[in-house]
């Protein structure tokens, strides 16, 4: 690890001088509890009923949270297998499917808020 290898720099201080300078600049953060409860309902979340017709260049699936989670975020690629993105459905209401880059990959980010066993539905579109 980084922290105990003695050929690293050992970042604890600089993380710390940066997590005080940002609280004294006012720099919304979420606690640790909370980024640990966000990460653990988004690990518990579920891919179901996945379909995907490559002819019409369409993908349906569900994602169902087991425990309630906000801001969950689905990447979906803008371009695939040479077809751009053009429609994304979610619980069969149109989303704004605006690309952006992302790990240096054109995609489209589609955030939605899940209450604890909700199920919601995605139907994406490339033409």
């Known amino acids: 690890p980084p922290a105990t290898d003695p050929d690293r ?6 993380l710390t ?3 005080w300078y940002c609280r004294e600049l006012s720099v919304p953060c979420v606690s640790d509890e909370a980024w640990v409860q966000f990460n653990d309902a988004r690990r518990a979340m579920r891919l179901e009923g996945l379909k995907y017709d490559v002819a019409e260049g369409r993908l349906e699936f569900d994602l169902r ?5 906000s801001g969950a975020t689905v990447a979906l690629p ?3 297998n040479g077809r751009d993105l ?3 459905l979610l619980d069969g209401e149109p989303v704004d499917c605006k ?3 992302l790990e240096g990959l054109s995609q489209v980010l589609v955030s939605t808020d899940f209450t604890a066993e ?3 539905h995605y139907a994406v579109g490339w033409s």
Do not use: F, G, N, Y
Not at 9 to 14: D, I, N, S
């Open 99 to 101: 690309p952006e880059t």
């Open 118 to 120: 909700e199920v919601r």
């Open 86 to 88: 053009v429609s994304v």
């Open 65 to 69: 949270a087991e425990q309630a989670i």
């Open 17 to 19: 001088a940066m997590l």
């Open 78 to 80: 803008a371009r695939w």
């Open 9 to 14: 720099m050992h970042t604890q201080p600089w």
